[in-house]
């Protein structure tokens, strides 16, 4: 069951989301230096959850940016999904005024930053949920968009019934998906301290802190004052898939094994590699197993079989 | 400061008229506001029943439109804004940028008011919707300190209104999939937060438990209570140990900080509970008004009198209230 080439449109692209999790400097620097030889056309770079977390200064981001740019890969600063302070505000700012790389505006107050006065990407938190909205951020500058990870393929083919044809739309192909945005740390709650105390405790879990039921069903994601799913969303079987309607395929940074994600998922853009045996390579590289739900306008958590492997 | 004020039903509409709310807030029965329950909300002949009693009492109606369309049910919500309009409401309070759009462009002379599910939580955000849509009034996420929401007020091009009381979402409001990712229905994209169809509540030999769509979200003995399974109140295990991961049941409770946030210029406050019933919303609507009428009287010397927090927290999910994220040691 191999997939068909000549049915692939040729502007599906894989992208490499922003990096979640808390890091070390070392980490993340080798991280984006193993991503240079990647097949991935797009990388997203910033700290989108948490504004104490440091790790990089905007000229280290802009460093490694830099860097992808060289060996052509296609660039883009995300800004933070929740700001509360007016220095957040600041922060957000400055990457929107850097004059060299497209922003990801990932909340309404990068959008009015960005709006009219230069293009940008609308990223997964911005509540796109109906062409209308679209519609209107294009007409403030908007090219891409990410699709709400709650939203199904149904929803995506709609919107490209009515959305211009020259916006592309990508959706959350492989990763522990957000899911909620807080004021409160809760890493740092499950540590018993404050967020103002926090010693940056979230550093000690690079891939998120589980959160179990009490029947030891792995269940959330537990990182810093964003809630993720504990599985991971895997959309492999849309690869290459031409009614999939999905021009980028994200793959959300993990920290082992993403190169090897990406690898797989341009093996079946390709058509070297089938679905299914792609997925079968996959699925052991989640934590914790992964699920399809949203895309099948189901639970969000739950795994859907797809059929025949396209 | 103004008190607005919850409704699910023409009971609670007059309990909250009655008791001294300045505006109420009511929905359509349906998918297009953020409290789709069964048998809650206002079908057509009930809304001109709660206009006709609001304004001849002088209170205002608002309505929530403030879920998020998709492309397949658009319509609905274009509906909702004409019929909302065409009844002549004082507001409409709206989250979605297409509805909004919708609303700004087809009822120019509308008071438009962003809902909370619109996740405005700066400045900047307040100021694209008030630029783009003519919104007069931005209702702010409850994940901001009082000192952040003096910058916000400080800054905003629009007044701000901010929740006082009642259920307390500790995720920015419409942003929170936790429902979703469980039930495939969410507040978003549903209008409601781990829908009742999902829920069952059990029993076994010695304990009491709740599940969402299968999921253990709490369990407790058998002489104990046992809350409402919204996954941000269970119990789950972090780390080993057992506990209320991300927030006990609990209540926001503004009262100790009222004269705080009128000195800012907060210019509405806002009680959560359209879901709650006629008696909840008397009791809650009597005492903040008869604190905010203090706290306005005499601001320096207020304090919040021993009844109105006792009669507060006998309303409150636990047993017990929080100043949520306005106080930073919560966060």
Known sequence: MAVSITSTPTRTRLSLGPIQYYWQKEKIVDFYRSVEATPVDIVYLGETV???????????????????????????????????????????????????????????????????????????????????????????????????????????????????????????????????????????????????ACGYCCIDYPDGLMLSTREDEDFLIINGIQTQSARVHNLIHEVGDPVSGIDVFRISPQSEHTEQVISLFDQVRSGALDADEASAKLEPLAPVGVCNGYWFNKAGMASCTVVGGR | MELVCPAGNLPSLKAAVDNGADAVYIGFRDETNARHFAGLNFNDKQIEQCLAYASSHGTKVYVAINTYPQPGNFAKWERAVDQAAEYGVDALILADIGVLDYAAEKWPELRLHLSVQASATTHEAVRFYAEQFGVQRAVIPRVLSVQQVEALVNNSPIPIEVFGFGSLCVMVEGRC?????????????????????????????????????????????????????????????????????????????????????????????????????????????????????????????FIPSPDWLSELTSVSEGVQTTLGAYQREWQ
């Not at chain 1, 916006?167 to 740390?185: D, H, K, L, N, T």
């Not at chain 2, 057992?242 to 806002?270: C, H, M, W």
């Open chain 1, 50 to 196: 948490c504004s104490k977390r440091r790790s990089l200064r905007l000229r280290d981001w802009m460093a490694v940016a830099e860097r992808l740019k060289s060996v052509g890969k296609e660039v883009v600063l995300s800004t933070l999904a929740l700001l509360e302070a007016n220095s957040e505000l600041g922060l957000v700012r400055k990457l929107c005024t850097n004059g060299s790389f497209v922003i990801e505006a990932n909340d309404m107050s990068a959008v009015q930053m960005l709006a009219g006065k230069t293009d940008f990407i609308g990223g997964a938190s911005l509540n796109i949920y109906n062409p209308g909205t679209l519609r209107k951020l294009v007409g403030m500058g908007l090219t891409r968009w990410v699709m709400p990870v709650e939203l199904s393929k149904g929803v995506l083919a709609d919107f490209r019934q009515e959305m211009p044809a020259a916006i592309e739309s990508e959706v959350f192909a492989w990763g522990r998906m957000p899911i909620a945005y807080s004021a409160r740390c809760y890493t740092a709650r499950a540590h018993k301290v404050a967020k103002d």
């Open chain 2, 177 to 301: 999939y936790l429902s979703s990712y469980v039930t495939g229905q969410g507040p978003n994209t549903f209008g409601a937060c781990s829908p009742a169809s999902f829920v069952r509540w059990s029993e076994t030999d010695s304990k009491l438990e709740t599940r969402l769509n299968g999921v253990l979200i709490d369990q407790v003995n058998k002489d104990e209570n046992l809350g409402y399974p919204t996954i941000c109140k269970g119990r789950f295990i972090v780390n080993g140990e057992t506990g209320y991961a991300i927030e006990e049941p609990t209540s926001l409770n503004t009262l100790p900080i009222l004269p705080d946030l009128l000195r800012i210029g907060v210019a509405a406050i806002k009680i959560e509970g359209r879901q709650r019933s006629p008696a909840y919303v008397a009791k809650v609507t009597r005492v903040l008004r008869a604190a905010i009428d203090a706290c306005l009287r005499d601001p320096e010397n």
